[in-house]
């Protein structure tokens, strides 16, 4: 037995079979007890009133056993094995004056049941004592084969046979649907991930429950759709960096080639045209470096105070000659805002590759607004340009590496397609984030520290 249904089953089975017979010994055990305590009592009840209506009529007690026996009492119904109950009456001076039982014989004295015996009853008469009535042992008194008493208890004893084996085969049922319904998605599981290691990646498992099962099984998905994702974007990076690298290297060599053959002559544009791509080259490289580093958390940093506003403003003045060029406006505004505790380097590089990519999208004669803020127990830094936007169905990837909302864009501006990539990693390596949202007339990025 190897498979779970058939574990469950046999455990719930158990379970169903543990609880059925328990219930039968307990009520049966029960039942008996109370129905042996009901017997008896009624028969004494019945014992006293024939003893006491008796006396009431005769004033005596002369002939007493003739008529209890006529009267069926205490007859074969209430004795164990059709014996008689016993009992014995005493009259008021303790005399014996019927009894069946050998320990009080009649007309003798029973100075015990005047005492008050255990079991021991007065029989009244208006209200006056005229004798006592003693009763033995009454454990077993209603066992007696053929009487109604052990007939009812008999069907008492089917009766719960019956049900402890109708509570079994509904336990059977039960646990087999139960079963069914753990097992199935397990099962489902199972073959996903096994249908996942062969390489299917992004299988899906249908999710039944709401439950814990569901639950893994909704975890199972997501985990399945982002290897698949995982592995297309790894893929299409991989393509991306064959791509980037081929471009330079293309013309580096056809330059080579032909300066080889003497089929171009040497001059200081071609020289300058090799040492373009050769640092484009290094630029990719170094990128996909940074970006390895980042992936096995090996970025070191070297952290010190720096004032937000003085960040700001040597990017400005980076990047103002090409924005001057261009008629595009850089303002920086910061005033206040607390040091932060950052690796100086690593952020001008993060606030290099949002404001470049910024500068490339914000149209001739546009604006590009530098700011800090101080947020709770937050630095924000904020770069804002007034370019056209990111189209909405680029927002979610525009970190991802190698993305382009516009696919048949080249890269001839000396950019590796890895910027904003970066810039995610370097960020998040400090303990940051970074956001991109369109705003009313622009676009804006948001590094949190």
């Known amino acids: ?101 050998g320990r009080y ?139 980037d690298l081929r471009t330079p290297l293309s013309v580096i060599l056809g330059y080579s080639e032909a300066l080889a053959d003497e089929k171009l002559p040497g001059s200081p544009e071609v020289y300058d045209a090799l040492y373009l791509q050769a640092q484009h080259l290094n630029r990719l490289i170094e990128d996909l470096r940074t970006l390895s580093l980042a992936d096995a958390g090996q970025i070191s940093l070297a952290r010190r105070p720096v004032e937000p506003r003085d960040l700001l403003e040597h990017v400005a003045l980076a990047y103002l000659p090409a924005a001057e060029a261009r008629g595009i406006t850089i303002t920086v505004e910061g005033e206040g805002v607390p040091p932060i505790n950052v690796d100086l380097d690593r952020l001008l590089q993060v606030l290099g590759n949002v404001v470049g990519n910024a500068l490339r999208h914000t149209p001739d004669g546009g604006r590009i607004e530098l700011s800090a803020l101080h947020a709770d127990d937050h630095v924000v830094l904020r770069v804002k340009d007034t370019g056209p936007g990111i189209p909405p169905e680029d927002l979610p990837y525009i970190f991802e590496r190698f993305y382009r909302g516009d696919a048949s864009r080249p890269l001839d501006d000396g950019s590796s397609g890895l910027g904003l990539a970066i810039a995610r990693s370097l960020v998040e390596a400090h303990g940051g984030r970074i956001t991109a949202e369109n705003v009313p007339d622009g676009a804006l990025f948001s590094i949190e520290l």
């Open 1 to 101: 037995m190897h498979s779970l249904s058939s574990k469950l089953t046999l455990a719930f089975l158990i379970v169903g079979l543990s609880g059925a017979l328990l219930v039968a010994v307990f009520v049966g055990g029960l039942t008996r007890r109370q129905f042996d305590e009901f017997v008896v009592n009624r028969y004494r009840a019945d014992v006293i009133s024939a003893a006491a209506e008796y006396y009431a009529s005769n004033d005596n007690w002369d002939g007493i056993q003739a008529a209890l026996r006529r009267r069926g009492m205490p007859g074969n119904q209430a004795a164990p094995g059709g014996g008689n109950l016993p009992l014995a009456i005493a009259d008021v001076d303790g005399r014996v004056v019927f009894s069946t039982v």
């Open 105 to 243: 014989r009649i007309g003798e004295a029973a100075a015990d049941i005047i005492r008050g015996a255990p079991g021991v009853l007065p029989v009244e008469v208006d209200g006056q004592t005229v004798g006592y009535l003693w009763f033995g042992d009454r454990r077993g008194v209603n066992s007696g084969r053929g009487s109604p008493e052990a007939q009812f208890l008999a069907g008492v004893d089917r009766a719960i046979l019956w049900s402890a084996g109708a509570a079994a085969v509904l336990a059977l049922l039960l646990a087999g649907v139960l079963a069914g319904t753990i097992s199935r998605p397990v099962k489902e599981l199972t073959d996903a991930t096994q249908a996942l290691a062969s390489g299917e990646l992004g299988y899906q498992v249908p999710v039944r429950t709401k439950d814990e099962i569901g639950q893994l099984a909704n975890s199972f998905n997501r985990m399945s759709a982002d290897l698949a994702r995982s592995n297309k974007l790894r893929q299409q990076m991989t393509a991306d960096i064959a791509h």
